[in-house]
């Protein structure tokens, strides 16, 4: 396969490789800054003048290339022709300057004495594996891709036993639309090295697309298939085989894999618990479970043993409250069970994420606060870091508001704040105690904190706080009352504290007393949470749809269509609409935060169909 460059694309190239003059050894007098003058601006006639002389006092290969390209920009390729003769007898491994001959040759029509310096260049190769990397590359460079094959494939030849350029040689076979040898050369790396891994799997996870290249999809598989079976003890294809089945998300397949991989090596379900953490953050939720299964069996002494427990029973929490409907009576025995595998395994550091999540499915979905806050108690009681405490803090916070205690939830709230000032946690902190100034109606100071995690480096703390500032700064003002941004933010209250059927009636108080206020949108979008809330789908859509048909050029509109598009697509499953809805987000706000997840979810619906 013969590629020919372009006059100004091997220029280019050349420009790239060369040292400007007056760099190293040579010393940097007027007449070099002149030539580089003149050459930078293009004005070659100019700089030959100063690099003739430059070259034949010093014999710089600098020189040289510069006074070559200055012939070469004038097209005065005889003259270059007997230049690059002449430095290549002066110094016959000079390797550029036999590429400069060749391009000259190119230019003028002699491809065949082009490709004559080229096979030399492959045929007089030595057995140096920096050498034949720089010729190899330098054929790449040059577009030059079947000469840089031979060269590597000659280079393999001659070091036997060493390194074999394999990554070369598949980056090579993947330009040249050969993706079976590329393939085989990323795995013959595995060979070299099976430190290699990582680095093979990344190179395979940009040359293949495994959703829309199913044919290089099943060289990868049957390569890989052969190669455990001749080589059955060898674990790195065992792992490959694994992350090929993650790349497919057949993730049933990775699991049994894994399984395989864990018994042959006694891992005791470390390579089980890493596959079931992908599965279930991509919810497979049955292939987690079963993976989280699998590691329980293996009983307590293995050291993931209470991680499985613990992730098992966040995914039946999962599958109870965000894809179905679900009973007080589901609940309450989901709770249970988390008692029982806290009393099973103890209270101790380790089971302190059981211990969280039962603290929230007591405050937060079972009306039980007491309860909630007494597990949060016991919690901060245990040997655990400042971190740990300082979130333990944040939760019994959020349980205080719940129980209607917001000045001890501010308290609590400030302490973390002031522990964790430039952290993340301080920030959450700090928004949650700029809220309870909110509810109490100390707007200006609860907007000045707000203002100020406008800066926070969390995005979505920041998308909050500017919300809230926002709903603020255009609301108050306005009327010579604060009434209906005190009447919004108790019904705020009353929705934090799952009081649902008290704030939907005063939301619909403030409609009733205040109907052209700016609050409007803002009404409508609550009530649309609290509907969601509840798992009436429909009706919170309804809500949803009139922010964006009413109020489509203001801040909550694609909030609204990220809301109605995640109700189509997990609590309906209505894939055409939730695609429709990312959609919108994707061509009618452009700059929404929510962009990349409605991209991702789109790209994702429209190769499923």
Request: aromatic letters at 12%; one cysteine or more.
């Amino acid at each position: 396969m013969l590629i020919r460059f372009s006059n100004s694309c091997l220029i280019s190239l050349f420009l790239l490789l060369i040292v400007p003059a007056g760099v190293g050894a040579q010393p940097v007098d007027n007449d070099t800054k002149l030539a580089a003058y003149y050459f930078d601006k293009g004005e070659f006639a100019k700089a030959e003048v100063y690099y003739e002389k430059l070259y034949k006092q010093y014999k710089s290969k600098n020189y040289f290339d510069r006074y070559f390209m200055c012939l070469f920009y004038q097209q005065r390729y005889d003259e270059c022709e007997v230049l690059a003769e002449k430095q290549i007898k002066r110094d016959p491994y000079d390797i550029d300057s036999k590429f400069l001959l060749a391009m000259v040759y190119e230019e003028t029509d002699r491809q065949k004495e082009a490709d004559a310096i080229y096979q030399g260049l492959v045929d007089n190769l030595e057995p140096v594996q920096t050498r034949i990397d720089y010729l190899g590359n330098s054929f790449k460079q040059r577009g030059k891709l079947d000469f840089a094959l031979q060269t590597y494939l000659k280079g393999k030849d001659q070091l036997k036993g060493g390194y074999s350029f394999q990554l070369e040689l598949a980056d090579l076979y993947g330009q040249l639309n050969e993706p079976e040898k590329m393939i085989e050369e990323y795995l013959n790396l595995l060979d070299y090295s099976p430190s290699y891994l990582k680095t093979v799997q990344t190179y395979l996870a940009r040359v293949i697309d495994f959703a829309e290249e199913p044919a290089k999809t099943e060289m990868l598989r049957v390569n890989l298939l052969e190669r455990i079976q001749k080589h059955p003890d060898s674990d790195y294809y065992s792992e490959m085989l694994i992350w090929f089945y993650l790349q497919k998300k057949e993730f049933s397949g990775a699991v049994i894999q894994a399984k395989a991989l864990d018994k042959r090596n006694d891992l005791k379900g470390k390579k089980v618990y890493e596959v079931a953490q992908i599965c279930q953050l991509n919810k497979a939720y049955d292939a987690a479970n079963k993976a989280y299964q699998y590691i329980m069996e293996l009983g307590k002494t293995s050291p993931y043993y209470n991680m499985a427990v613990e992730a098992g029973l966040k995914i039946e929490f999962t599958l109870l409250t965000e894809q179905s409907a679900y009973s007080e009576t589901d609940l309450a025995a989901l709770a249970l069970r988390y008692e029982n595998a806290i009393v099973t395994l103890g209270k101790t550091p380790q089971t302190l994420g059981l211990m969280i999540q039962s603290a929230k499915i007591y405050a937060f979905y079972l009306n039980d606060p007491v309860k909630a806050e007494a597990v949060v108690k016991e919690a901060l009681t245990l040997q655990i870091n400042t971190r740990q405490r300082a979130e333990l803090k944040v939760l019994l916070g959020d349980i205080y508001v719940v129980s209607d205690r917001i000045w001890d939830a501010s308290l609590l709230y400030m302490q973390v704040e002031k522990d964790f000032s430039e952290d993340v946690i301080g920030h959450e902190a700090k928004y949650k105690n700029a809220r309870v100034f909110y509810y109490e109606g100390e707007f200006e100071y609860a907007k000045a904190q707000l203002d100020v995690l406008k800066a926070s480096t969390s995005k979505l703390i920041a998308n909050d706080a500017m919300q809230l500032s926002l709903l603020l700064q255009d609301n108050l003002g306005i009327d010579t009352t604060k009434a209906p941004v005190q009447l919004f933010a108790n019904a705020d209250l009353l929705i934090q504290q799952n009081r649902y059927n008290e704030a939907l009636a005063l939301l619909d108080s403030i409609t009733k007393t205040y109907p052209f206020h700016n609050l409007a949108d803002e009404v409508l979008f609550r009530k649309g949470e609290i509907y969601e809330h509840t798992h009436n789908w429909e009706k919170a859509i309804e809500f949803y749809l009139q922010v964006y048909d009413t109020y489509g050029h203001d801040i909550l509109a694609d909030d609204a269509v990220i809301r109605i598009a995640r109700i189509y697509d997990y609590r309906l499953n209505d894939k055409a609409k939730a695609a429709e809805f990312y959609r919108k987000i994707l061509f009618e706000f452009s700059a929404s935060l929510h962009g990349a997840e409605a991209r991702e979810r789109f790209t994702e619906i429209q190769q499923a169909q």
